[in-house]
């Protein structure tokens, strides 16, 4: 069964952002963290059973520099969690579901995570996250 786990943000300047969302959500993000093979910072905000994730950029290679190049600031991808990412990716891709890697990585806040493309979800990248441990 899958849940929305969160819906990351790209944002130009995080410190600014976090602001913005905390005066949204009435308190304070309660986790940052750099993830430093995808070039990202991340800041979370938990909203009921789901979170909020607002990604700054580190480099200029970064998919987030590029994807706010691109399109500007807003909601980069929606974030399902999953019991078994091994078996979700593999029901995916049977379903015509367009993978971005071959395998699920370590990403932010102790998940497993795979990403499809958003040529397969009506123009929304989707991201697979599962708990680690």
Do not use: W
């Amino acid at each position: 069964m899958m849940k929305i786990e969160h819906i990351g943000i790209a944002v130009k300047d995080l410190d600014a952002a976090n602001a913005v969302y905390a005066k949204l959500l009435g308190k304070p993000h309660y986790k940052s963290e750099e993830v430093e093979s995808e070039a990202v910072n991340t800041s979370f905000f938990q909203t009921g059973e789901s979170k909020i994730e607002l990604l700054s950029a580190t480099s200029e290679q970064s998919a987030i520099h590029k994807f706010l190049e691109k399109k500007g600031e807003g909601i980069h991808h929606i974030a399902f969690a999953v019991q078994d990412i091994f078996a979700e990716v593999e029901r995916l891709k049977e379903a015509g579901f367009q993978p971005i890697s071959e395998q699920p990585k370590q990403g932010a806040d102790n998940k497993l995570v795979f990403f499809f493309h958003p040529k397969s979800a009506n123009g929304v990248l989707i991201e697979l996250c599962q708990e680690i441990g």
